[in-house]
């Protein structure tokens, strides 16, 4: 029987500190957290199933329109006359690989009412300006375009003209915003659109460049918005669709516990900037100082408008349907990765007020005992099954290293909960790619074969074990740089913007957008080209565009 060497004596000693009362508890914890999320996740699915099973009964009931809503009359031109006007904002920066395909599902909708498209730039060096400016200039033959769609519509779904009644009140254009000086840039831009909205919008809708989003999304949030005044955001979630690098699949793993909070159609605490519907008065009004806070100093649009609305008790909801694919840039390096991480926990470092900061420090600690709870059991499990390997291979004693079966067994506990959860991600991700293809019957089919669940696993566990870094990172740093613009928060509000293009970075970091110059082509295909190869290819499945 083999002497103990001083690194198995290390191993072992340390696999027994892990038996103790406090490390047994941490290792429980870990198996509830995962358990939690997995119920969480199921939750979420089951809300997404309801909605897909309801549209296809609607289908089989007759309602070819399912996908766009519940009752196909609600298409008739007497209702869609008295639909009312949306201005949809949409702040742009840089150009890169996926937003010519996200533009042209956003201004392609099949809102029955009136709408606007705003995009906004900071100035016409920007690429995404002359690239959209093309996209417009085609989009000036909408009615063309949509007698396209309407021949290919027609041959599937019989009385498909009803859908386009006031297709000919659309406007999209392109407005330069500037520099911002008190905010960030994308809220400066957000707030330069809303200047520039319709004077009879009752709606304005921001989205972000990089969502995807379906034909009939505007309908539903603006019904939802009709059905309960008192809502005050109407928001939604995103697929996010990794490109194969770690960093993409760490993003994809850092959204999904949102997908609860987003999944049961009422309330949430949850608000993705990416996608908010909000009362056109409330800007023009300034009610409830939702332009001043973010004027004044805001960082972070989703933030500012959540501290806000809990200031002021103030509803925030978001439809089952309102989930949207999220394409991630193939390029996407781990050093992107990280910068987005830190933007993301520099985020509650500006506030509002005393309330909204006390708030943001109680996410702070909560998710820092939290992503590192998630972490270390795994790395107890790893040093007891190597103990119990060491056992094994060199024949030890259990009386000799007195070492129990106890570590073992949390292992393997820790196992089971671990592959739950990842088969409720695995379902909820396939229910949410189902319901994506539903939404978006033109559109290339998405897939979950694309979906590498080792490296998801690895993600689950570099994302937890980064995001406190990353947090304590911003709260001492205080700057970030976010989309080559340096922000530096003082109080809880920017106080000093730095614009340097030689010392910033060439490209966003989850787009991977160029930001500076005329380095993206733009587009060559046209729009009225694009729709048309979405009609001949409606029915084959294709693996997303990413």
């Known amino acids: 029987m083999s002497a103990l060497h001083s690194?198995?004596?290390?191993?072992?000693?340390?696999?027994?500190?892990?038996?103790?009362?406090?490390?047994?508890?941490?290792q429980i914890q870990g198996c509830v957290i995962c358990l939690t999320l997995a119920i969480g996740w199921a939750f979420a699915a089951y809300v997404r199933k309801r909605e897909i099973n309801r549209i296809e009964d609607g289908i089989k009931g007759g309602n070819s329109f399912a996908f766009l809503c519940h009752d196909i009359y609600e298409l008739e031109h007497s209702n869609q006359v008295n639909l009312p006007r949306v201005s949809v904002v949409m702040p742009l920066k840089g150009f890169g690989e996926h937003n010519l395909h996200n533009w042209k599902s956003q201004i392609t909708s099949l809102y029955g009412g009136p709408i606007e498209f705003l995009f906004v730039v900071e100035s016409t060096e920007d690429p995404a300006y002359h690239a959209v400016s093309q996209l417009i200039t085609e989009?000036?033959?909408?009615?063309?375009?949509?007698?396209?769609?309407?021949?290919?519509?027609?041959?599937?779904?019989?009385?498909?003209?009803?859908?386009?009644?006031?297709?000919?009140?659309?406007?999209?254009?392109v407005i330069v915003a500037g520099l911002s000086t008190t905010c960030s840039q994308k809220i400066h831009n957000q707030?330069?659109?809303?200047?520039?909205m319709h004077k009879d919008s009752k709606y304005v809708l921001f989205l972000d460049d990089d969502v995807r989003f379906h034909p009939g999304s505007i309908g539903v949030l603006t019904t939802e918005m009709e059905k309960n005044p008192e809502i005050f955001i109407q928001t939604g979630y995103p697929l996010d669709l990794p490109s194969g690098t770690l960093g993409s699949y760490c993003i994809y793993e850092y959204h999904m516990p949102c997908s609860m909070g987003f999944a049961t159609g009422g309330k949430t605490f949850f608000l993705w900037g990416?996608?908010?519907?909000?009362?056109?008065?409330?800007?023009r009004h300034d009610n409830y100082g939702v332009v001043s806070g973010l004027r004044d100093g805001g960082y972070s649009d989703d933030?500012?408008?959540?501290?806000?609305?809990?200031?002021?008790?103030?509803?925030?909801?978001?439809?089952?349907?309102?989930?949207?694919?999220?394409?991630?840039?193939?390029?996407?390096?781990?050093?992107?990765?990280?910068?987005?991480?830190?933007?993301?926990?520099?985020?509650?470092?500006?506030?509002?007020?005393?309330?909204?900061w006390l708030m943001n420090r109680a996410l702070f600690l909560t998710h820092f005992y939290l992503s590192w709870?998630?972490?270390?059991?795994?790395?107890?499990?790893?040093?007891?099954?190597?103990?119990?390997?060491?056992?094994?291979?060199?024949d030890y004693s259990y009386g000799e290293t007195t070492c129990t079966s106890g570590g073992l067994l949390l292992a393997i506990w820790l196992a089971i909960c671990t592959f739950t959860e990842l088969l409720s991600m695995w379902n909820l991700t396939r229910i949410e790619v189902q319901l994506c293809n539903i939404l978006s019957p033109e559109a290339p089919k998405l897939s979950l074969d694309y979906y590498n669940w080792s490296m998801i696993f690895v993600a689950m566990l570099v994302d937890n074990f980064l995001y406190p870094i990353s947090a304590f990172w911003s709260h001492f740093s205080q700057t970030i740089n976010w989309s080559g613009i340096r922000y530096n928060l003082k109080n809880g509000k920017i106080h000093k913007i730095e614009r340097n293009k030689d010392k910033g970075p060439e490209f966003t970091?989850?787009?991977g957008k160029h930001l500076y110059g005329k380095k993206a082509a733009t587009p060559k295909a046209s729009l009225l080209g694009s729709l048309g190869r979405s009609l001949a290819h409606w029915h084959q499945p294709k693996k997303y565009d990413v």
């Open 7 to 26: 690194a198995d004596s290390f191993l072992l000693s340390l696999s027994r500190a892990f038996c103790s009362p406090l490390a047994v508890f941490i």
């Open 373 to 394: 709870g998630f972490v270390a059991p795994y790395f107890m499990a790893m040093v007891h099954v190597a103990a119990a390997l060491q056992i094994y291979i060199k």
């Open 274 to 283: 990416g996608c908010m519907m909000m009362h056109a008065d409330d800007f």
């Open 303 to 356: 933030m500012t408008l959540a501290a806000i609305a809990g200031a002021h008790k103030r509803l925030i909801t978001s439809p089952p349907v309102a989930v949207f694919p999220h394409p991630i840039a193939s390029d996407l390096t781990f050093s992107r990765y990280w910068n987005y991480l830190r933007k993301q926990t520099f985020v509650l470092e500006s506030y509002i007020s005393t309330v909204n």
């Open 139 to 173: 989009f000036k033959c909408l009615r063309a375009s949509f007698e396209l769609l309407h021949c290919g519509f027609s041959t599937c779904f019989p009385g498909f003209t009803a859908c386009f009644s006031n297709q000919g009140d659309v406007d999209a254009r």
């Open 509 to 511: 970091d989850l787009g």
């Open 191 to 196: 707030l330069v659109g809303v200047e520039n």
